[in-house]
Each structure stands twice: as C-alpha cells, then as structure tokens.
C-alpha cells in the first residue's frame, strides 16, 4: 500500500486545512485508516482513525468538534479536515492504514499500523 498525504500549509490560527491522503496498491475498503501528528521535539500522536466503511470514527479530544476524518472509498481517498486550527496543531501531520477483515475496527497505535504517508506539514501563526 502505498500513501500520499497532502493539503497541509500555513495558516492563521481560527484558519481551516484539509487534508488528504490518496491510497494505491489495495483495495480501499479493506484498510482502516488513521491520522496522526508530530510536533517538533514530541512524540507522534495519534489524532483519529475511520474504520474500511467510514461508519465508525474516532478523535481525540484535543480536536474533537474541530476536526473531522471521513474517507470517500470510490475515490480512495481519506481526509481530515481541520476547523479552529489553533497554535498547537502545528506539527507534521501522517496518514496511516492497516489491513483489517473487520468493519467496526479502528486503531489508534502506532505499532498498530503497517503503511505510512510522508507525512504533510501544517503550521498555525498566532
């Protein structure tokens, strides 16, 4: 499986991204899928993860209300989108998948997750 995030950038604080991340090499609809960040200096963080029908999502509270994962699997495609961006979300942000032969799962570990984007930077000015 190969992953390609994109839609990060600079933007004012309040400001909304979107971002996106594009999926080859296996059918869609068999990968849950995640989203995760890295500020400098910090750990990465698991941020939400969308189980292979997009029926079930997940969001840590930090973003909950702000962001929102979904996933269009006729597109391959996820995407986060961010709303109230604040200072700090600031941080590289990865798309993750993993096979599952489940429709209600969704992980939310790093080690739990074979394939990983490149990740795509989103800065948030003050």
């Known amino acids: 499986v190969q992953l390609q995030a994109s839609g990060g950038g600079l933007v004012q604080a309040g400001g909304s991204l979107r971002l996106s991340c594009a999926a080859s090499?296996?059918?869609?609809?068999?990968?849950?899928m995640g989203w995760f960040r890295q500020a400098p200096g910090k750990e990465r963080e698991f941020v939400a993860a969308?189980?292979?029908?997009?029926?079930?999502?997940h969001h840590i509270d930090s973003v909950k209300g702000r962001f929102t994962i979904s996933r269009d699997n006729a597109k391959n495609t996820m995407y986060l989108q961010m709303n109230g961006l604040k200072p700090e979300d600031t941080a590289v942000y990865y798309c993750?998948?993993?096979?599952?032969?489940?429709?209600?799962?969704?992980?939310?570990?790093?080690?739990?997750?074979?394939?990983w984007g490149q990740g795509t930077l989103v800065t948030v000015s003050s």
């Open positions: 090499g296996r059918t869609f609809g068999t990968l849950t």
């Open positions: 993750a998948a993993q096979w599952t032969t489940s429709n209600g799962r969704y992980y939310s570990k790093t080690e739990e997750y074979d394939f």
């Open positions: 969308i189980s292979r029908s997009g029926s079930i999502t």
